[in-house]
């Protein structure tokens, strides 16, 4: 396998586990709720987000965290998932009143459902296919 090269998108772009139930249904949620497609998708098995991955310095074999990259800057786990509900905006963006609480106990319920994910939500056998209409809206 080559390297893998870094995508390049003037949007956000959010990095999410392709096989997680839960994971692609917070990406099923969160389209609707961005009309003018501002945020971009790729799931972290892909070649574009393994290139997002590597070409910040994270590692392309981990899979626990949601990472959002916008402009330059990355965010993880709590820090991502705060900085897309801004995104949003309104009412989504009450969530950012979360940021009082400090990183190390957001991160820590961050990673209790990460870890438990898997058990509580199922798993897929392959990333998941977006539907025609929002294909534009997927990296790869």
């Known amino acids: ?3 893998t090269r870094q995508p390049v998108t003037d949007h956000p ?5 392709g096989v997680c139930n839960l994971c692609n249904g917070v990406v099923q949620f969160i389209i609707p709720r961005d ?6 998708f790729a799931p972290l098995q892909s070649e574009a987000g393994r290139g997002l991955l590597a070409g910040h310095g994270l590692s392309t074999t981990s899979l626990d965290s949601v990472v959002l990259v916008e402009d330059g800057t990355v965010y993880r786990k709590s820090d991502a998932v705060l900085r897309v509900a801004e995104l949003l905006g309104w009412p989504y963006r009450a969530a950012t009143v979360a940021h009082v609480v400090p990183r190390t106990v957001r991160d820590g319920v ?5 870890d438990t994910r898997y058990d509580i939500f199922g798993k897929r056998d392959r990333c998941m296919i977006p539907d025609e209409d929002v ?4 990296l790869d």
């Open 1 to 3: 396998m080559g390297p």
């Open 13 to 17: 772009v959010l990095l999410f586990d």
């Open 35 to 40: 009309p003018e497609g501002r945020l971009r």
């Open 110 to 114: 961050y990673d209790l459902v990460a």
């Open 135 to 138: 294909s534009d809206r997927f």
